[in-house]
Protein backbone atom coordinates (compact mmCIF):
# COMPACT_ATOMS: atom_id res chain seq x y z
CA UNK A 1 0.00 0.00 0.00
CA UNK A 2 2.65 2.22 1.03
CA UNK A 3 4.21 1.79 -2.46
CA UNK A 4 1.12 3.31 -4.44
CA UNK A 5 1.84 3.65 -7.89
CA UNK A 6 3.20 7.55 -8.60
CA UNK A 7 2.36 6.57 -11.90
CA UNK A 8 -0.70 7.97 -13.32
CA UNK A 9 0.69 11.54 -14.97
CA UNK A 10 -1.41 13.97 -13.73
CA UNK A 11 -3.50 13.53 -17.30
CA UNK A 12 -6.60 13.59 -15.97
CA UNK A 13 -7.00 16.66 -13.32
CA UNK A 14 -9.74 14.60 -11.11
CA UNK A 15 -8.32 13.14 -8.08
CA UNK A 16 -11.55 11.17 -8.24
CA UNK A 17 -10.11 7.57 -9.96
CA UNK A 18 -12.07 5.23 -10.21
CA UNK A 19 -9.52 2.86 -8.42
CA UNK A 20 -9.03 -0.02 -5.40
CA UNK A 21 -7.27 2.60 -3.52
CA UNK A 22 -10.26 3.19 -1.64
CA UNK A 23 -11.17 0.04 -1.20
CA UNK A 24 -8.31 -1.07 0.30
CA UNK A 25 -8.22 2.11 2.84
CA UNK A 26 -11.82 0.86 3.70
CA UNK A 27 -11.19 -2.86 4.04
CA UNK A 28 -10.78 -2.68 7.94
CA UNK A 29 -13.82 -1.03 8.32
CA UNK A 30 -15.41 -3.83 6.86
CA UNK A 31 -14.00 -6.69 8.27
CA UNK A 32 -14.75 -5.17 11.42
CA UNK A 33 -17.98 -4.55 10.75
CA UNK A 34 -18.57 -8.05 9.74
CA UNK A 35 -17.20 -9.50 12.85
CA UNK A 36 -18.69 -7.31 15.05
CA UNK A 37 -21.98 -6.69 13.29
CA UNK A 38 -23.54 -8.75 10.49
CA UNK A 39 -21.77 -11.69 11.44
CA UNK A 40 -23.59 -12.26 15.21
CA UNK A 41 -26.89 -10.90 13.94
CA UNK A 42 -26.70 -13.70 11.26
CA UNK A 43 -25.68 -16.12 13.81
CA UNK A 44 -28.19 -15.46 16.39
CA UNK A 45 -31.47 -14.83 13.27
CA UNK A 46 -30.40 -18.26 12.45
CA UNK A 47 -30.33 -19.43 16.30
CA UNK A 48 -33.23 -18.18 17.03
CA UNK A 49 -35.22 -20.38 14.77
CA UNK A 50 -34.18 -23.14 16.80
CA UNK A 51 -35.23 -24.64 19.62
CA UNK A 52 -33.58 -26.48 22.79
CA UNK A 53 -35.51 -29.72 23.81
CA UNK A 54 -34.67 -32.18 26.91
CA UNK A 55 -36.09 -34.89 24.36
CA UNK A 56 -34.30 -34.77 20.81
CA UNK A 57 -31.76 -32.02 21.41
CA UNK A 58 -31.79 -28.81 19.18
CA UNK A 59 -34.47 -28.72 16.64
CA UNK A 60 -35.76 -26.51 13.24
CA UNK A 61 -39.04 -24.56 14.64
CA UNK A 62 -39.27 -21.55 12.15
CA UNK A 63 -40.34 -18.54 13.86
CA UNK A 64 -42.06 -20.13 16.39
CA UNK A 65 -39.52 -18.29 18.82
CA UNK A 66 -40.92 -15.62 17.16
CA UNK A 67 -44.47 -16.55 17.61
CA UNK A 68 -43.86 -17.20 21.12
CA UNK A 69 -42.62 -14.22 21.98
CA UNK A 70 -45.26 -12.10 20.74
CA UNK A 71 -47.71 -13.71 23.11
CA UNK A 72 -45.09 -13.66 25.65
CA UNK A 73 -46.71 -11.47 29.13
CA UNK A 74 -43.31 -10.95 30.03
CA UNK A 75 -42.26 -9.88 26.91
CA UNK A 76 -44.72 -7.38 26.14
CA UNK A 77 -45.27 -6.46 29.50
CA UNK A 78 -41.25 -5.08 29.33
CA UNK A 79 -42.04 -3.91 26.06
CA UNK A 80 -44.76 -1.61 27.21
CA UNK A 81 -43.12 -0.40 30.07
CA UNK A 82 -40.74 0.97 27.63
CA UNK A 83 -42.91 2.28 25.62
CA UNK A 84 -44.63 4.38 28.17
CA UNK A 85 -41.40 5.46 29.60
CA UNK A 86 -40.25 6.40 26.07
CA UNK A 87 -43.54 8.51 25.94
CA UNK A 88 -43.03 10.36 29.38
CA UNK A 89 -38.99 10.54 29.72
CA UNK A 90 -37.79 11.10 26.25
CA UNK A 91 -40.41 14.61 25.69
CA UNK A 92 -39.45 15.64 29.11
CA UNK A 93 -35.43 15.12 28.44
CA UNK A 94 -35.44 16.62 24.85
CA UNK A 95 -37.81 19.46 26.26
CA UNK A 96 -34.84 20.52 28.92
CA UNK A 97 -32.41 20.33 26.52
CA UNK A 98 -33.72 22.59 24.17
CA UNK A 99 -34.70 25.38 26.76
CA UNK A 100 -31.28 24.98 27.44
CA UNK A 101 -29.72 25.40 24.03
CA UNK A 102 -32.14 28.26 23.18
CA UNK A 103 -31.24 30.11 26.79
CA UNK A 104 -27.31 29.52 26.30
CA UNK A 105 -28.12 30.94 22.47
CA UNK A 106 -30.16 33.79 23.96
CA UNK A 107 -26.72 35.48 25.20
CA UNK A 108 -28.75 36.39 28.27
CA UNK A 109 -26.81 34.28 30.94
CA UNK A 110 -23.46 34.70 32.79
CA UNK A 111 -20.82 32.03 32.82
CA UNK A 112 -21.76 30.08 29.65
CA UNK A 113 -19.12 28.14 29.39
CA UNK A 114 -19.21 26.74 32.62
CA UNK A 115 -23.21 25.81 32.46
CA UNK A 116 -22.25 24.09 29.38
CA UNK A 117 -19.49 22.13 30.39
CA UNK A 118 -21.52 21.72 33.89
CA UNK A 119 -24.52 20.42 32.13
CA UNK A 120 -22.91 18.45 29.48
CA UNK A 121 -20.56 16.48 32.35
CA UNK A 122 -22.84 13.46 32.91
CA UNK A 123 -22.44 12.57 29.72
CA UNK A 124 -18.98 11.48 30.78
CA UNK A 125 -19.93 9.52 33.65
CA UNK A 126 -21.11 5.98 33.17
CA UNK A 127 -24.33 4.66 33.42
CA UNK A 128 -23.77 2.32 36.28
CA UNK A 129 -21.88 4.77 38.38
CA UNK A 130 -24.88 7.15 37.28
CA UNK A 131 -27.48 4.68 38.27
CA UNK A 132 -25.31 3.56 41.78
CA UNK A 133 -24.95 7.12 42.73
CA UNK A 134 -28.04 7.84 42.34
CA UNK A 135 -29.63 4.82 43.81
CA UNK A 136 -27.38 5.61 46.89
CA UNK A 137 -28.99 8.70 47.29
CA UNK A 138 -32.63 7.47 46.75
CA UNK A 139 -31.93 4.54 49.07
CA UNK A 140 -33.31 4.43 52.79
CA UNK A 141 -29.46 3.20 53.69
CA UNK A 142 -27.47 6.76 53.39
CA UNK A 143 -29.87 8.11 51.02
CA UNK A 144 -31.28 11.74 50.62
CA UNK A 145 -34.61 11.08 50.33
CA UNK A 146 -34.65 9.61 53.53
CA UNK A 147 -32.61 12.23 55.26
CA UNK A 148 -34.30 14.91 53.91
CA UNK A 149 -37.34 13.50 55.27
CA UNK A 150 -35.82 13.05 58.64
CA UNK A 151 -34.81 16.31 58.40
CA UNK A 152 -38.40 18.20 57.49
CA UNK A 153 -41.17 15.45 58.82
CA UNK A 154 -42.16 15.13 55.34
CA UNK A 155 -43.42 11.79 53.89
CA UNK A 156 -41.22 11.74 50.53
CA UNK A 157 -42.16 8.18 48.67
CA UNK A 158 -38.99 6.34 48.58
CA UNK A 159 -37.95 6.58 44.88
CA UNK A 160 -37.16 2.78 45.01
CA UNK A 161 -40.63 1.85 45.90
CA UNK A 162 -42.43 0.02 42.75
CA UNK A 163 -44.68 2.81 42.01
CA UNK A 164 -42.12 5.20 41.84
CA UNK A 165 -39.00 3.29 40.24
CA UNK A 166 -39.64 3.84 36.76
CA UNK A 167 -39.73 7.72 37.22
CA UNK A 168 -36.74 7.40 39.43
CA UNK A 169 -34.32 5.42 36.58
CA UNK A 170 -36.31 8.03 33.98
CA UNK A 171 -34.78 10.67 36.34
CA UNK A 172 -31.10 8.96 35.67
CA UNK A 173 -31.68 8.72 32.39
CA UNK A 174 -32.78 12.22 31.94
CA UNK A 175 -29.48 13.30 34.17
CA UNK A 176 -27.07 11.29 32.28
CA UNK A 177 -28.15 12.73 28.36
CA UNK A 178 -29.24 16.01 28.88
CA UNK A 179 -26.44 17.99 28.52
CA UNK A 180 -25.63 15.98 25.28
CA UNK A 181 -28.88 16.28 24.18
CA UNK A 182 -28.17 20.39 24.74
CA UNK A 183 -25.25 20.09 23.13
CA UNK A 184 -26.50 18.96 20.03
CA UNK A 185 -29.27 21.77 19.80
CA UNK A 186 -26.93 23.96 20.47
CA UNK A 187 -24.57 23.42 17.92
CA UNK A 188 -27.69 23.32 15.58
CA UNK A 189 -28.49 27.20 17.03
CA UNK A 190 -24.86 28.11 16.44
CA UNK A 191 -24.83 27.41 12.79
CA UNK A 192 -27.47 29.76 11.41
CA UNK A 193 -25.55 32.38 9.74
CA UNK A 194 -25.56 35.67 11.03
CA UNK A 195 -26.68 37.62 8.46
CA UNK A 196 -30.39 35.74 8.67
CA UNK A 197 -30.49 37.26 12.06
CA UNK A 198 -29.29 40.57 10.58
CA UNK A 199 -31.91 40.14 7.99
CA UNK A 200 -34.63 39.48 10.64
CA UNK A 201 -33.91 42.05 12.55
CA UNK A 202 -33.58 44.67 9.27
CA UNK A 203 -37.39 43.60 8.82
CA UNK A 204 -38.66 44.44 12.29
CA UNK A 205 -38.82 40.70 13.54
CA UNK A 206 -39.63 40.33 17.09
CA UNK A 207 -37.90 37.66 18.94
CA UNK A 208 -40.92 35.40 18.83
CA UNK A 209 -40.67 35.55 14.97
CA UNK A 210 -37.18 34.91 14.58
CA UNK A 211 -37.36 31.86 17.29
CA UNK A 212 -40.46 30.67 15.18
CA UNK A 213 -39.05 31.39 11.41
CA UNK A 214 -35.35 30.60 12.20
CA UNK A 215 -34.23 29.03 15.23
CA UNK A 216 -37.04 26.22 15.20
CA UNK A 217 -36.61 25.16 11.62
CA UNK A 218 -32.45 25.61 11.91
CA UNK A 219 -33.44 22.91 15.19
CA UNK A 220 -35.25 20.61 13.33
CA UNK A 221 -32.75 17.91 11.76
CA UNK A 222 -30.73 18.17 14.98
CA UNK A 223 -34.11 18.03 17.46
CA UNK A 224 -34.76 14.60 14.96
CA UNK A 225 -31.13 13.24 15.67
CA UNK A 226 -31.49 13.57 19.68
CA UNK A 227 -35.33 12.01 19.17
CA UNK A 228 -34.17 9.08 17.41
CA UNK A 229 -31.26 8.20 19.89
CA UNK A 230 -33.51 8.51 22.72
CA UNK A 231 -36.04 6.43 20.95
CA UNK A 232 -33.56 3.56 20.75
CA UNK A 233 -31.96 4.17 24.04
CA UNK A 234 -35.87 3.73 25.97
CA UNK A 235 -36.32 0.63 23.45
CA UNK A 236 -32.57 -1.02 24.75
CA UNK A 237 -32.92 0.35 28.04
CA UNK A 238 -30.70 -2.20 30.56
CA UNK A 239 -28.09 -0.88 32.64
CA UNK A 240 -29.64 1.39 34.87
CA UNK A 241 -32.51 -1.07 35.76
CA UNK A 242 -30.16 -3.83 35.85
CA UNK A 243 -28.03 -1.65 38.41
CA UNK A 244 -30.67 -0.46 40.30
CA UNK A 245 -32.35 -4.09 40.43
CA UNK A 246 -29.91 -4.74 43.67
CA UNK A 247 -31.22 -2.22 45.78
CA UNK A 248 -34.82 -2.56 44.54
CA UNK A 249 -35.06 -6.19 43.84
CA UNK A 250 -39.24 -6.10 44.72
CA UNK A 251 -39.99 -3.61 42.53
CA UNK A 252 -37.79 -4.40 39.54
CA UNK A 253 -38.36 -7.78 38.21
CA UNK A 254 -36.02 -9.79 36.14
CA UNK A 255 -38.47 -9.04 32.97
CA UNK A 256 -38.53 -5.43 33.64
CA UNK A 257 -37.24 -4.38 29.98
CA UNK A 258 -36.96 -6.38 27.33
CA UNK A 259 -33.38 -6.24 27.22
CA UNK A 260 -33.33 -7.78 31.08
CA UNK A 261 -35.42 -10.04 29.60
CA UNK A 262 -33.79 -11.26 27.16
CA UNK A 263 -30.31 -11.86 29.77
CA UNK A 264 -32.23 -13.36 32.08
CA UNK A 265 -33.61 -15.51 29.53
CA UNK A 266 -29.80 -16.69 28.23
CA UNK A 267 -28.14 -16.63 31.67
CA UNK A 268 -30.40 -17.88 33.98
CA UNK A 269 -33.12 -19.86 32.48
CA UNK A 270 -30.93 -21.22 30.07
CA UNK A 271 -33.17 -20.63 27.03
CA UNK A 272 -30.83 -19.49 24.05
CA UNK A 273 -32.43 -19.65 21.48
CA UNK A 274 -35.31 -17.69 22.84
CA UNK A 275 -33.11 -15.54 23.86
CA UNK A 276 -32.08 -14.92 20.51
CA UNK A 277 -35.39 -14.47 19.12
CA UNK A 278 -35.90 -11.80 21.47
CA UNK A 279 -32.72 -10.00 20.90
CA UNK A 280 -33.40 -9.86 17.52
CA UNK A 281 -36.84 -8.95 17.76
CA UNK A 282 -36.34 -6.35 19.67
CA UNK A 283 -33.76 -4.60 18.10
CA UNK A 284 -36.12 -4.95 14.75
CA UNK A 285 -38.94 -3.20 16.72
CA UNK A 286 -36.64 -0.55 17.54
CA UNK A 287 -35.55 0.13 14.54
CA UNK A 288 -38.69 0.26 12.96
CA UNK A 289 -40.16 2.79 15.39
CA UNK A 290 -37.19 4.96 14.58
CA UNK A 291 -38.36 4.47 10.79
CA UNK A 292 -41.91 4.99 11.27
CA UNK A 293 -40.89 7.99 13.99
CA UNK A 294 -38.42 9.18 11.03
CA UNK A 295 -41.28 9.52 7.82
CA UNK A 296 -43.69 11.12 10.39
CA UNK A 297 -40.92 13.48 10.86
CA UNK A 298 -40.63 14.24 7.33
CA UNK A 299 -44.54 14.44 6.60
CA UNK A 300 -44.15 17.32 8.59
CA UNK A 301 -41.63 18.81 7.55
CA UNK A 302 -43.49 18.65 4.11
CA UNK A 303 -46.43 20.26 4.87
CA UNK B 1 -31.51 -7.88 9.74
CA UNK B 2 -31.14 -6.79 6.29
CA UNK B 3 -34.30 -5.53 6.30
CA UNK B 4 -32.81 -3.20 9.39
CA UNK B 5 -30.51 -1.27 7.51
CA UNK B 6 -32.30 -0.89 4.20
CA UNK B 7 -35.17 0.97 5.95
CA UNK B 8 -32.90 3.03 8.27
CA UNK B 9 -30.76 4.13 5.28
CA UNK B 10 -32.16 7.99 4.79
CA UNK B 11 -30.80 9.81 7.90
CA UNK B 12 -30.83 12.93 8.07
CA UNK B 13 -27.28 14.59 6.83
CA UNK B 14 -27.14 17.23 9.30
CA UNK B 15 -26.47 14.48 11.77
CA UNK B 16 -22.45 15.41 12.01
CA UNK B 17 -23.33 19.25 11.17
CA UNK B 18 -24.64 19.15 14.42
CA UNK B 19 -23.13 16.82 17.07
CA UNK B 20 -21.25 18.91 19.83
CA UNK B 21 -17.41 19.27 17.97
CA UNK B 22 -18.90 20.18 14.44
CA UNK B 23 -21.77 22.42 14.99
CA UNK B 24 -19.03 25.24 15.80
CA UNK B 25 -17.15 24.41 13.47
CA UNK B 26 -17.61 28.10 11.82
CA UNK B 27 -17.36 30.12 15.04
CA UNK B 28 -14.02 31.02 15.56
CA UNK B 29 -13.57 31.17 19.20
CA UNK B 30 -15.96 29.35 22.48
CA UNK B 31 -19.12 30.52 22.30
CA UNK B 32 -19.05 33.26 24.96
CA UNK B 33 -17.72 35.56 22.23
CA UNK B 34 -21.10 35.58 20.02
CA UNK B 35 -21.81 38.63 18.28
CA UNK B 36 -25.16 39.45 18.74
CA UNK B 37 -24.62 38.21 22.41
CA UNK B 38 -22.65 41.38 23.60
CA UNK B 39 -25.94 43.48 23.16
CA UNK B 40 -28.34 40.98 25.24
CA UNK B 41 -28.96 42.28 28.87
CA UNK B 42 -28.78 39.05 31.13
CA UNK B 43 -32.01 37.79 32.10
CA UNK B 44 -32.64 36.74 35.82
CA UNK B 45 -34.97 34.25 35.06
CA UNK B 46 -33.31 32.43 32.91
CA UNK B 47 -29.97 32.97 34.91
CA UNK B 48 -31.72 30.99 37.61
CA UNK B 49 -33.16 28.36 35.80
CA UNK B 50 -29.77 27.71 33.95
CA UNK B 51 -28.35 27.63 37.53
CA UNK B 52 -30.86 25.23 38.63
CA UNK B 53 -29.89 23.43 35.57
CA UNK B 54 -26.00 22.93 36.45
CA UNK B 55 -27.26 22.38 40.16
CA UNK B 56 -29.06 18.82 39.05
CA UNK B 57 -26.43 17.80 37.20
CA UNK B 58 -23.57 18.54 39.44
CA UNK B 59 -25.18 17.53 42.73
CA UNK B 60 -24.69 14.02 42.19
CA UNK B 61 -21.47 14.43 41.19
CA UNK B 62 -20.55 16.57 44.33
CA UNK B 63 -22.59 13.83 46.95
CA UNK B 64 -19.79 11.08 45.37
CA UNK B 65 -17.22 13.23 45.98
CA UNK B 66 -18.03 14.53 49.70
CA UNK B 67 -19.73 10.62 50.64
CA UNK B 68 -16.11 9.12 48.75
CA UNK B 69 -14.56 11.08 52.08
CA UNK B 70 -16.54 9.36 54.98
CA UNK B 71 -15.70 6.59 56.81
CA UNK B 72 -18.42 3.85 56.41
CA UNK B 73 -19.80 4.37 59.77
CA UNK B 74 -20.13 8.16 59.21
CA UNK B 75 -21.61 7.23 55.73
CA UNK B 76 -25.03 6.33 57.78
CA UNK B 77 -24.65 9.04 60.49
CA UNK B 78 -23.60 12.18 58.88
CA UNK B 79 -25.27 14.62 56.62
CA UNK B 80 -24.78 13.58 53.04
CA UNK B 81 -24.29 17.04 51.75
CA UNK B 82 -21.79 17.70 53.75
CA UNK B 83 -17.85 15.93 55.04
CA UNK B 84 -18.20 13.93 58.03
CA UNK B 85 -15.86 14.49 61.13
CA UNK B 86 -12.85 12.82 59.52
CA UNK B 87 -11.56 13.22 56.53
CA UNK B 88 -10.94 9.45 55.16
CA UNK B 89 -10.74 9.69 51.26
CA UNK B 90 -7.03 8.46 51.55
CA UNK B 91 -7.92 5.88 53.81
CA UNK B 92 -10.94 4.55 51.19
CA UNK B 93 -8.18 5.30 48.29
CA UNK B 94 -5.81 2.81 49.78
CA UNK B 95 -9.03 0.16 51.17
CA UNK B 96 -10.32 0.44 47.67
CA UNK B 97 -7.52 -0.26 45.78
CA UNK B 98 -5.85 -2.84 48.40
CA UNK B 99 -8.90 -4.72 48.52
CA UNK B 100 -9.35 -8.77 48.02
CA UNK B 101 -5.91 -8.05 46.44
CA UNK B 102 -5.87 -5.15 44.32
CA UNK B 103 -9.17 -6.08 42.47
CA UNK B 104 -9.71 -2.51 41.99
CA UNK B 105 -6.83 -2.37 40.26
CA UNK B 106 -7.00 -4.88 37.70
CA UNK B 107 -10.63 -4.13 36.82
CA UNK B 108 -9.34 -0.39 35.98
CA UNK B 109 -6.04 -2.09 33.79
CA UNK B 110 -8.65 -3.42 32.27
CA UNK B 111 -11.18 -0.64 31.94
CA UNK B 112 -7.89 1.72 30.09
CA UNK B 113 -7.04 -1.49 27.98
CA UNK B 114 -10.40 -2.16 26.60
CA UNK B 115 -10.86 1.79 26.16
CA UNK B 116 -7.60 2.33 24.31
CA UNK B 117 -7.48 -0.12 22.45
CA UNK B 118 -10.81 -0.31 20.96
CA UNK B 119 -10.94 3.83 20.60
CA UNK B 120 -7.36 4.03 18.97
CA UNK B 121 -8.24 0.78 17.04
CA UNK B 122 -11.54 2.54 16.00
CA UNK B 123 -10.34 5.64 15.39
CA UNK B 124 -7.71 4.61 13.04
CA UNK B 125 -9.98 2.46 11.16
CA UNK B 126 -12.93 5.01 10.94
CA UNK B 127 -10.58 7.87 10.05
CA UNK B 128 -8.74 5.45 7.11
CA UNK B 129 -12.83 4.34 6.24
CA UNK B 130 -14.20 8.00 6.61
CA UNK B 131 -11.32 9.26 4.46
CA UNK B 132 -11.61 6.58 1.45
CA UNK B 133 -15.34 7.24 1.67
CA UNK B 134 -15.03 10.59 0.92
CA UNK B 135 -12.04 11.31 -1.28
CA UNK B 136 -12.30 8.14 -3.79
CA UNK B 137 -14.01 6.01 -5.80
CA UNK B 138 -14.18 2.90 -5.65
CA UNK B 139 -15.77 -0.28 -6.76
CA UNK B 140 -18.86 -0.99 -4.40
CA UNK B 141 -18.28 1.98 -2.42
CA UNK B 142 -22.64 2.95 -2.55
CA UNK B 143 -23.39 -0.31 -1.49
CA UNK B 144 -20.88 0.08 1.45
CA UNK B 145 -22.08 3.70 2.40
CA UNK B 146 -25.78 2.27 2.22
CA UNK B 147 -25.15 -0.65 4.19
CA UNK B 148 -22.83 0.76 7.13
CA UNK B 149 -24.48 4.07 7.35
CA UNK B 150 -28.01 1.89 7.94
CA UNK B 151 -26.52 0.41 10.76
CA UNK B 152 -25.96 3.60 12.95
CA UNK B 153 -29.30 2.95 14.01
CA UNK B 154 -28.62 -0.66 15.19
CA UNK B 155 -28.21 -0.33 18.99
CA UNK B 156 -25.17 -1.51 20.68
CA UNK B 157 -27.07 -3.29 22.98
CA UNK B 158 -28.96 -5.43 20.58
CA UNK B 159 -25.68 -6.52 19.27
CA UNK B 160 -24.45 -7.61 22.99
CA UNK B 161 -26.90 -10.96 23.39
CA UNK B 162 -25.86 -11.97 19.42
CA UNK B 163 -22.17 -11.01 20.06
CA UNK B 164 -22.46 -13.17 22.74
CA UNK B 165 -24.00 -16.19 21.33
CA UNK B 166 -21.27 -16.31 18.15
CA UNK B 167 -18.11 -15.35 20.37
CA UNK B 168 -19.35 -18.19 22.61
CA UNK B 169 -19.96 -21.02 19.94
CA UNK B 170 -16.51 -19.59 18.90
CA UNK B 171 -14.61 -19.95 22.15
CA UNK B 172 -13.50 -16.70 22.43
CA UNK B 173 -16.59 -15.54 24.99
CA UNK B 174 -14.42 -15.31 27.88
CA UNK B 175 -11.33 -13.14 27.11
CA UNK B 176 -10.12 -9.99 26.33
CA UNK B 177 -10.17 -9.87 22.61
CA UNK B 178 -14.37 -10.62 23.26
CA UNK B 179 -14.74 -7.01 24.67
CA UNK B 180 -11.69 -5.36 21.88
CA UNK B 181 -13.30 -6.79 18.71
CA UNK B 182 -16.62 -5.14 18.93
CA UNK B 183 -15.03 -1.83 20.21
CA UNK B 184 -14.00 -1.55 17.13
CA UNK B 185 -16.27 -1.44 15.04
CA UNK B 186 -18.07 2.59 15.62
CA UNK B 187 -20.79 3.24 12.40
CA UNK B 188 -21.24 6.54 13.88
CA UNK B 189 -17.51 7.26 13.94
CA UNK B 190 -17.57 6.67 9.94
CA UNK B 191 -20.00 8.71 9.46
CA UNK B 192 -18.69 11.40 11.09
CA UNK B 193 -15.14 10.86 9.89
CA UNK B 194 -16.57 10.62 6.14
CA UNK B 195 -18.24 13.84 6.43
CA UNK B 196 -15.60 15.63 8.17
CA UNK B 197 -13.23 13.98 5.95
CA UNK B 198 -15.00 15.64 2.87
CA UNK B 199 -15.48 19.08 4.31
CA UNK B 200 -11.94 19.47 5.40
CA UNK B 201 -9.38 17.78 2.86
CA UNK B 202 -9.53 19.93 0.10
CA UNK B 203 -9.24 17.87 -3.44
CA UNK B 204 -6.17 20.41 -4.83
CA UNK B 205 -4.55 19.43 -2.12
CA UNK B 206 -4.49 15.63 -2.41
CA UNK B 207 -3.69 16.02 -5.89
CA UNK B 208 -0.76 18.13 -4.99
CA UNK B 209 1.00 15.47 -3.34
CA UNK B 210 0.19 13.31 -5.84
CA UNK B 211 1.72 15.20 -8.31
CA UNK B 212 4.84 15.40 -5.81
CA UNK B 213 4.87 11.84 -6.38
CA UNK B 214 3.65 10.63 -2.70
CA UNK B 215 1.51 7.59 -2.78
CA UNK B 216 -1.17 6.97 -1.30
CA UNK B 217 -0.76 5.54 2.29
CA UNK B 218 1.75 8.90 2.43
CA UNK B 219 -0.93 10.96 1.82
CA UNK B 220 -3.05 9.92 3.86
CA UNK B 221 -0.69 10.63 7.06
CA UNK B 222 1.41 13.37 6.02
CA UNK B 223 -1.46 15.43 4.38
CA UNK B 224 -5.29 14.20 4.95
CA UNK B 225 -4.51 13.03 8.57
CA UNK B 226 -3.21 16.51 10.19
CA UNK B 227 -6.21 17.81 8.44
CA UNK B 228 -8.59 15.33 9.76
CA UNK B 229 -6.95 15.94 13.65
CA UNK B 230 -10.27 17.57 14.96
CA UNK B 231 -12.57 15.17 13.52
CA UNK B 232 -10.08 12.11 14.57
CA UNK B 233 -10.20 13.60 18.16
CA UNK B 234 -13.78 13.84 18.31
CA UNK B 235 -14.40 10.06 17.27
CA UNK B 236 -11.31 8.78 19.91
CA UNK B 237 -13.48 10.73 22.17
CA UNK B 238 -16.53 9.37 22.03
CA UNK B 239 -15.41 6.01 21.40
CA UNK B 240 -13.13 6.13 24.58
CA UNK B 241 -16.14 7.34 26.50
CA UNK B 242 -18.44 4.63 25.24
CA UNK B 243 -15.84 1.46 25.51
CA UNK B 244 -15.01 3.02 29.24
CA UNK B 245 -19.05 3.08 30.22
CA UNK B 246 -19.92 -0.07 28.24
CA UNK B 247 -21.03 -2.63 30.70
CA UNK B 248 -24.26 -4.81 28.86
CA UNK B 249 -21.10 -6.35 26.99
CA UNK B 250 -18.85 -7.19 29.49
CA UNK B 251 -21.59 -8.31 31.21
CA UNK B 252 -22.64 -10.91 29.30
CA UNK B 253 -19.47 -12.13 27.87
CA UNK B 254 -17.14 -12.37 30.46
CA UNK B 255 -17.51 -14.83 33.73
CA UNK B 256 -13.47 -14.10 35.08
CA UNK B 257 -13.41 -11.39 37.44
CA UNK B 258 -9.71 -11.25 36.57
CA UNK B 259 -10.98 -9.83 33.30
CA UNK B 260 -13.89 -7.31 34.16
CA UNK B 261 -14.19 -3.91 33.58
CA UNK B 262 -14.67 -1.48 36.60
CA UNK B 263 -18.50 -0.77 35.48
CA UNK B 264 -19.09 -4.81 36.00
CA UNK B 265 -16.61 -5.22 38.55
CA UNK B 266 -18.18 -2.42 40.81
CA UNK B 267 -22.10 -3.36 40.47
CA UNK B 268 -20.91 -6.49 41.47
CA UNK B 269 -19.19 -5.34 44.19
CA UNK B 270 -22.16 -3.28 45.24
CA UNK B 271 -24.73 -5.99 44.61
CA UNK B 272 -22.72 -8.51 47.15
CA UNK B 273 -22.78 -5.56 49.44
CA UNK B 274 -26.14 -4.35 49.31
CA UNK B 275 -27.91 -7.70 49.34
CA UNK B 276 -25.30 -8.69 51.84
CA UNK B 277 -23.60 -11.44 49.75
CA UNK B 278 -20.67 -9.85 51.42
CA UNK B 279 -20.33 -10.23 54.56
CA UNK B 280 -18.59 -6.62 54.85
CA UNK B 281 -20.09 -3.93 54.15
CA UNK B 282 -17.94 -2.04 52.20
CA UNK B 283 -20.05 0.87 51.26
CA UNK B 284 -16.63 3.24 51.14
CA UNK B 285 -15.09 0.95 48.90
CA UNK B 286 -18.16 1.10 46.01
CA UNK B 287 -18.09 4.69 46.43
CA UNK B 288 -14.60 5.79 46.08
CA UNK B 289 -14.38 2.97 44.04
CA UNK B 290 -17.07 5.04 41.74
CA UNK B 291 -15.16 8.05 42.18
CA UNK B 292 -12.32 6.74 40.76
CA UNK B 293 -13.50 5.06 38.15
CA UNK B 294 -14.98 8.39 36.57
CA UNK B 295 -12.09 11.14 37.80
CA UNK B 296 -10.12 9.91 34.51
CA UNK B 297 -12.79 10.44 31.88
CA UNK B 298 -13.87 13.59 33.24
CA UNK B 299 -10.08 15.15 33.00
CA UNK B 300 -9.81 13.81 29.70
CA UNK B 301 -13.27 15.36 28.50
CA UNK B 302 -11.85 18.75 29.83
CA UNK B 303 -8.55 17.74 28.17
CA UNK B 304 -9.88 17.07 25.01
CA UNK B 305 -12.23 19.61 25.08
CA UNK B 306 -9.55 22.56 24.87
CA UNK B 307 -7.87 20.32 21.62
CA UNK B 308 -10.91 20.50 19.79
CA UNK B 309 -11.51 24.08 20.42
CA UNK B 310 -8.07 24.96 19.02
CA UNK B 311 -8.70 22.62 15.57
CA UNK B 312 -12.01 24.16 15.69
CA UNK B 313 -10.42 27.64 15.46
CA UNK B 314 -8.08 26.21 12.87
CA UNK B 315 -10.00 25.05 11.16
CA UNK B 316 -12.44 28.40 10.58
CA UNK B 317 -9.29 30.30 10.14
CA UNK B 318 -8.53 28.57 6.54
CA UNK B 319 -11.96 29.24 5.53
Known amino acids: MSTAPPADPPRRPRRRRRDWTGLVFVTPFLVVFTVGIVAPLVYASGLSLFRDQLIGGRSFVGLGNYADALTDARFLEGLSRVALFLGVQVPIMIGLALLAALVLDSGRVRAMRFMRIGIFMPYAVPSVVAALMWGFMYGDRFGLVAQLNEATGLALPSPLSSTWVLAAIGNVVTWEFVGYNMLILYAALRAVPEELYEAAAIDGAGEARVALSIKIPALRPALWVATLFSIIGSFQLFNEPNVLQSLAPAAISTYYTPNMYAYQLAFNANQVTYSAAVAVLLGAITVVVAYVAQRLTERGNRR | ?319
Open chain 2, 1 to 319: MRSMSATTEPRPAPAAGTAPPHGGRRTPAPARTGRRRSRRRTSVLLQAAMALMVLYTLLPLYWLAVNATKTNGELFTSNGLWFGSEFALWDNIVTTVTYQDGIYLTWLFNTVLYSVAGAVGATLICALGGYALAKFDFPGKRAVRAVVFGAITIPATALAIPTFLLFAELGIADTRMAIIIPALVSPFGLYLMTVYAADSVPDSLLEAARIDGAGAWTTFWRVAFRLLAPGVATVLLFNLVHTWNNYFLPLIMLSDPALYPLTVGLNQLNSQVTTGANLEPVYNVVLTGSLLAIVPLIVSFLFLQRYWQSGLAAGSVKQ
